[in-house]
């Protein structure tokens, strides 16, 4: 089985830890445990019994059956998240089931090991385990830093903003049972809402420096964030609206997309 882990490696540095694992089985969202149980079809890690519950438990499904799926705990939406649990999956030919236990743990040992060492992850927040056809990497993440060590476009740590921008990725999303809608275009729109994008930018790049410096009165902050929703909604409206574009409207979308991330960074 060692001679496995190579090309295992080999896919989470090409992927960058992202998973490709079919989708048929995700169950329209329905999230499957973390662990594994003592069952034939999964590892046999016991971990303590989970009392709380998740506000929120989403499966995405990315480009090139990349899949991940997420459980968001907290006391309520705009509250900070307790924890966020994090499964990416990675395609296995090894039949755990049938493998000696002690091997197994071995290589999944080795897989954390090297990803440790890849990555910089603290040890702490990443499990490696696995069910059939797969090796789960599960990063357990009780703080914002924690979080953003595993996915930095995180930049707020409540309840809310998380599953706002889990389940605003591109691909597709189910979260609690429930099919993600995305946001319909009219291509006649695209010229006027890359314009008003880039209004935007010219009139509060400067305002933007000085939100991210700490110098900005408060209630022109709450006003600026304010300002940040149509913007927001403008680049996410035509984020999973691409197959609509031709190359040249697709490479104008993603330079308007790029300034305004920049603006937001006060870059």
Same mark, same amino acid.
């Given at each position: ?21 079919? $989708? ?20 046999? #890690? ?20 990349? #899949? ?71 990063? $357990? ?20 903003? !998380? ?8 691909? $597709? ?23 008003? !994008? ?10 933007? #420096?000085?939100?991210?410096?700490? $110098? ?40 308007? #997309? ?10």
């Amino acid at each position: 089985m060692k001679r496995l882990l190579p090309a295992l490696l080999s896919v989470l540095l090409l992927a960058g830890c992202s998973s490709s694992a079919p $989708t048929a089985d995700a169950g329209e969202g329905e999230f499957e445990s973390v662990y594994g149980t003592n069952s034939p079809e999964q590892g046999s #890690r016991q971990p303590e019994q989970e009392t709380d519950k998740p506000l929120h438990a989403c499966t995405w499904n990315g480009d090139e059956d990349s #899949r991940e799926d997420i459980r968001i705990f907290g006391p309520s939406e705009e509250e900070p998240f307790t924890k966020v649990e994090f499964i990416q999956y990675v395609p296995s030919k090894i039949d755990f089931a049938h493998e000696n236990e002690e091997d197994v743990q071995a290589y999944l040992e080795d897989v954390k090991e090297a990803l440790v060492e890849q990555d910089g992850t603290d040890p702490s927040i990443l499990d490696v385990t696995w069910e059939k056809g797969y090796v789960k990497l599960v990063y $357990t993440c009780s703080n914002l830093e924690e979080l953003q060590s595993v996915h930095s476009q995180y930049m707020d740590d409540t309840v809310s903003h !998380i599953y706002e921008t889990f389940s605003g990725m591109q691909g $597709t999303a189910t979260c609690d049972g429930q099919p993600v809608k995305r946001p319909e275009a009219d291509i006649s729109d695209f010229d006027k809402d890359m314009n008003t !994008i880039h209004e935007w930018i010219s009139a509060h790049a400067a305002d933007m #420096r000085s939100y991210m410096d700490g $110098t900005m009165d408060p209630d022109a902050a709450l006003n600026l964030m304010d300002s940040t929703q149509e913007i927001d909604d403008l680049i996410e409206k035509w984020k999973y609206n691409t197959d609509l574009l031709d190359d040249g409207q697709k490479q104008t979308f993603e330079e308007a #997309r790029t300034a305004y991330g920049n603006a937001l960074l006060g870059v």
